[in-house]
């Protein structure tokens, strides 16, 4: 990403800094309502190019930059979900949101800064977990900005309204109608202590393809869901049960050679990254209720990596 500001702008400008300083903030929402790193970037520039658009009068009658880059930044985003709906029933075989990274891996390149800045929160609360991610894909454009700029970011509804085009009252609806998605489609979430636990056995018993281990760790019911994009060999349709999952990546893990596996933070929560040769082919991410795997999500379209590999 590159710096906000184009060729010639002022620098001198006194609300230079807070108009910069909003962009972590913008990335957020804009991943949270999109699931997609890239795009979320994209969008951000958009909002930028469109702010620098406007002449220096019109920006000084701007009362609060940072609402107004909120508010570009969500129409933005909702034509982009828009879209992509279309885009996603072509889409060849499952979508999964782009997994992200901690946050050094894509904010300035500084290890640590998730510590030292409270903007870097996107990979620290459960609005960014997978399972939350792919709920809100089931939901309509409207319920997730709703819901997200609500919820999450604390706006009022007579804001979200001027972004949807609705009442403030219907926008109301909407977020609480994405609140009872969310209810019932996300599990309440195990310590962060136990996640790392359960992964890292999952990890050991991998490595060594004991089945039986994997089926214990696993949740009878579990489902794993890969995500090639058409790009990359993988399975096209969900595996349901927790032994044919076991079976399934003990058998995978068997046949390719090279393959190392790491523990990493994705998506703010223990996961796993998979290496063949050195190079990140694949990263797992997990729900995880009462001690067992429910559901796993496995990235390997390559397009959905850039942010791991430095593609």
Known sequence: MTDPSPPGADRSDAGLSEIVGERRRLIGLAYRLL????EAEDVVQETYVRWYALSPRQREAVASPGAWLSKVAGRICLDVLGSARARRERYVGEWIPEPLPGPERWIGGR???AAADPADRITLDESVGMAFLVVLESMTPAERVALILHDVFRYPFAEIAEITGRTPAACRELASSGRRRIRAGTPPAAPAAG????VRNFRRALEVADVDALI?????GAVLTADGGGVVKTVLRPIEGGERIAH???????RVSGVTLLERTVNGQ????AQQD???VTVYAFEITDGRIRRIWAVRNPEKLRSWTGA
């Open 35 to 38: 699931g997609s790193l890239a």
């Open 111 to 113: 290890p640590g800064a």
């Open 195 to 198: 996640r790392a636990d359960v």
């Open 216 to 220: 214990g760790l696993l949740d009878p």
């Open 248 to 254: 399934a990546i003990a058998d995978l893990l068997r």
């Open 270 to 273: 223990p996961g796993l990254i």
């Open 278 to 280: 050195g190079v990140i």
